[in-house]
């Protein structure tokens, strides 16, 4: 396959893009200001995590020579330089509007941030109270000697460096002062109403000389570093994955430094000194307003007493399939389910996994763990399993990047519970979610699967969206079944009947799908693709929608992050469309569907369409046949492609652009879909009001 440079967005750069229309929503009056505060907090993050890894590895490759280039035609030095220069235009863009936009917003509405410099007697005092009693006990400064004496300093926290006078010299020694996690980074001061605070780093540095008596502190300057995260574990040499991946997380620890945020105050002898120091030049380097960190004030989406600036509250609503006093078992057999999170509550996953652990005809649970959260539900009902003596295979991915310590803290906990733990599989990452219930029933051992898009984690289903699909049928068990035992028996993967798995033939299957679909469409019939993806990189699939586009295949695509394919090119793709949604809930599900001559095909998976997914991780594509569960996926599908009010439009430049509505009538699809779920809700609580339905016991209620 011959790629075309110019065809494609450099990865680098879309993802840039996606974190620019991020950091819109921090910008956009529209939004109300403590969720405008929350979506720059989260652009901060972001940034900080693309120079962890996506920088870091630019560095490792040039550091390593490489000489390819990426399908955008660009070299490793190209993309740097491009990354730094829009990096640095997305920092000032972030703290023109923190200090010009939000600041004043919320000054108005009495949250302010107090800088002692220009600070009233009375909040100096107060701080100066704080700092005696409260910080100075705690902290300790380190003295530099050399470059060569000079600490570990830990990845994204924050330190304050100090230039001291040497007595009877002009010289200067250096200290630096790590700030630590235990004295929250917001100092609260007095106020009448509102809310006052002061950043704990402009306090630490304004009653800097209280550390140095008898010295001169001639200068001081908050600072922060990003340490290359782009590192992982050499499994040929590593016998024992999970102390491996132990030794990785060292790793991170003392890896380069590949950012360095300085406070743009700092004297230049401090710059200069942590740049020596640090290994960095220049180019490595950010000299930034303060307070650096812009993330730090995630926190303010709690603040008490201020709910008329945040989004009213979308508490996640039942499913009027669902009957809660019915077994989950019972109800998935009466037909399958779909679920759409977060307007409908993760609760009925849970209670499956809970329910399977506390039934005494349930045989087996297996189960893939990616991300789970801190006090999981579902970790602890694998573990009342096994302790109850159902066979019970958890198979936990400890490469999942950032949460490599969580998942080793679980997989040895449920050891511990004889649960059977796998540690993924070997060079691969297992990125699916899925569960199966192995069941005795009168008919026999019935299988009871959950798929999913996302996690098995109860926290984020809040705020993610997602879908999870619950069947019993036949062929999907037998599939499921025999994908656990290739990936915890290290056997030769079968093929499958229904499923589709990477890496050995995902990509196969939708590079089929979209030639049986060009192929219609030069039969006459009818022909068209619509996908909704997290990212699409991969040059195999971009060249196929090209090729459909060519043939008059109508491809629409709901790409939230990156996406390296042009759409809209005369002559190459001006049969696709890419929108890009970004609103309060972050968009997670993965959903494909082909028309296929009006024989609608859909499915789910786990799997963005990137070559990491596809040859690197083990995931799962998922058909939905059951006939309402398909209409209600096409449906939920189709309105994302309806959105006028969160929705941008990705251009042949690479631009995106707001999509308006030509009527100035908005649609806001997860609006909808929240309305929907609670209309849905209140019109089966309605419907069950107007009927007659006796009491009857459980075991009578089971049969039936």
Request: with cysteine; net charge negative; aromatic share 8%.
């Amino acid at each position: 396959m011959a790629i075309e440079s110019q065809n494609y967005i450099n990865r680098e750069l879309s993802w840039l893009a996606f974190n620019q229309r991020v950091l819109e929503q921090a910008k956009s009056t529209h939004v109300p200001l403590l969720e405008r505060l929350k979506f720059l907090a989260i652009s901060s993050s972001n940034l900080d995590e693309f120079f962890m890894v996506r920088v870091g590895g630019l560095l490792l490759q040039l550091k390593a020579a490489v000489a390819s280039t990426d399908p955008a035609g660009m070299t490793v030095r190209a993309q740097l330089k491009a990354v730094r220069a829009r990096t640095a235009e997305m920092i000032e863009g972030q703290y023109n509007c923190f200090l010009n936009q939000l600041e004043p917003a919320l000054r108005q509405e009495g949250i302010e941030r107090v800088t002692l410099k220009n600070a009233s007697v009375k909040h100096q005092e107060a701080a100066n109270l704080v700092f005696d009693e409260e910080i100075f006990p705690v902290l300790s400064p380190m003295a530099i000697h050399s470059a060569e004496d000079f600490p570990l300093l830990a990845n994204h926290a924050l330190y304050v460096c100090a230039q001291i006078a040497t007595e009877g010299s002009d010289s200067h020694r250096f200290v630096i002062i790590p700030l630590g996690k235990v004295i929250p980074r917001v100092i609260t001061l007095p106020a009448e109403n509102g809310f006052r605070f002061a950043m704990l780093e402009d306090v630490v540095c304004h009653f800097i000389q209280s550390f140095f008596t008898g010295e001169q502190v001639v200068s001081a300057a908050a600072f922060r570093i990003t340490r290359n995260a782009d590192v992982s574990i050499q499994e040929d040499a590593a016998a024992d994955l999970l102390h491996g991946m132990k030794e990785l997380l060292q790793q991170r620890k003392t890896a380069d430094c590949v950012w360095l945020e300085v406070d743009q105050d700092a004297a230049p002898e401090i710059r200069k000194f942590l740049q020596t120091c640090l290994e960095v030049t220049d180019r490595e380097t950010c000299l930034a307003p303060n307070p650096l960190d812009l993330s730090a004030f995630m926190q303010f989406t709690d603040l008490e007493g201020y709910d008329h600036l945040r989004d009213p509250t979308w508490t996640p609503q039942k499913s009027p399939q669902i009957d809660p006093t019915v077994s989950m078992f019972t109800t998935i057999s009466e037909g399958d389910l779909v679920l759409n999170h977060p307007y409908e509550s993760f609760e009925p996953v849970v209670r499956l996994i809970e329910e399977a652990a506390e039934d005494p005809d349930v045989l087996a649970i297996k189960q893939t763990l990616y991300r789970t959260s801190r006090n999981s539900p579902i970790v602890n009902a694998l573990r009342k399993a096994a302790e109850r003596g159902k066979y019970v295979t958890a198979l936990v991915e400890l490469k999942a990047r950032f949460d490599e310590a969580r998942n080793i803290e679980w997989a040895q906990e449920l050891e511990e519970a004889q649960v059977q733990v796998v540690y993924g599989v070997k060079y691969l990452k297992t990125h699916s979610k899925v569960c199966i219930i192995v069941r005795r029933e009168p008919r026999g051992i019935v299988r009871y699967m959950h798929f999913g898009t996302g996690n098995y984690n109860e926290t984020t289903a809040r705020f993610y969206s997602d879908i999870s699909y619950m069947t019993c049928n036949d062929e999907l068990g037998t599939d499921t079944s025999a994908f656990f035992n290739a990936v915890t028996g290290y056997s030769q993967p079968q093929p499958y009947n229904a499923l589709e798995a990477a890496p050995i033939g995902l990509r196969k299957k939708l590079l089929e799908l979209i030639a049986a679909e060009i192929e219609r469409k030069k039969q006459g019939q009818s022909a068209s693709i619509a996908a909704k993806l997290n990212s699409l990189v991969d040059p195999q699939l971009i060249e196929a929608l090209y090729q459909a586009s060519q043939a008059g295949v109508n491809v629409r695509l709901n790409v939230r992050g990156i996406c390296c394919l042009r759409p809209g090119v005369p002559g190459l793709s001006e049969n696709i469309s890419v929108i890009s949604i970004v609103d309060r809930i972050l968009e997670h599900a993965r959903m494909v569907y082909f028309e296929h001559g009006g024989d609608d095909l859909m499915f789910i998976s786990s799997a963005d369409w990137m070559p990491r997914n596809l040859d690197k991780r083990i995931e799962l594509l998922v058909p939905i046949e059951h006939v309402g569960s398909k209409k209600r996926l096409i449906g939920i599908l189709e309105n994302y492609f309806k959105d006028t009010s969160h929705a941008w439009e990705l251009q042949p430049d690479g631009c995106y652009i707001r999509r308006t509505s030509p009527s100035g009538r908005s649609f806001r699809v997860q609006e909808h879909f929240y309305k929907k779920a609670c209309n849905a809700i209140k019109d089966a609580e309605q419907k069950r009001r107007t009927m007659f339905e006796p009491h009857q016991p459980a075991a009578k209620r089971e049969e039936v």
